[in-house]
């Protein structure tokens, strides 16, 4: 296994891990908020993102505008149920989501996710550098590379590895920051 491709692996990791991030409401309107909710559409979970328009006409609503008007009522439905504790409205042609201010309470809820969200991709990580270090054995064992070089890949594996759990370290830190601010 290449360095570049443990590299890459773990810029993977680290772009998905600040996707989650996004889908943490943080008192502002934010249509990626929408993002992991799926809608049963005719039978199957389709993404929302899929069926409708997402807009944010302002900094505390979100507009949502089906495509298909006969599915209001199921988008309604995967909201309500979902883990974002709003409320949907509906006007016949528009569903309004209003973002509320925070509690103190759900900021602290929302940075415990967050760190939760954190530990994910630091396991992700984790996973790679283990896979890259068996790799590595693996051709140590087939006498593709000597004792030194193996070590010295395994080291090189540890300090990227190092360098992107700070990175998820300092993503964590911004959005706890983002979140507990007023």
């Known amino acids: ?18 996707r989650a991030f996004n889908t943490i409401r943080t008192g502002r309107a934010n249509a990626s908020l929408l993002d992991r909710i799926t809608v049963d559409y005719y039978g199957t979970e389709t993404q929302l993102k899929s069926l409708a328009n997402i807009s944010t006409p302002d900094a505390t609503t979100i507009a949502i505008q089906p495509y298909d008007k006969s599915s209001m009522g199921q988008i309604e439905k995967a909201i309500s149920i979902s883990d974002l504790g709003l409320t949907p409205n509906n006007d016949g042609q528009t569903i309004r989501l209003n973002i509320p201010p925070l509690t103190e309470q759900r900021r602290k809820e929302l940075a415990k996710q967050a760190s939760k969200l954190a530990e994910e991709g630091k396991v992700a990580l984790r996973n790679i550098r283990r896979d890259a270090v068996d790799a590595v054995r693996k051709q140590e064992k087939n006498r593709e590379i000597s004792e030194d070089e193996a070590r010295d890949l395994q080291e090189q594996i540890q300090k990227v590895t190092d360098q992107y759990t700070e990175k998820v370290e300092e993503l964590l830190s911004s959005k706890e920051k983002e979140i507990l601010t007023l």
């Open 1 to 18: 296994m290449k360095l570049a491709e443990v590299k890459d692996n773990m810029q993977k990791s680290i772009e998905a891990t600040q």
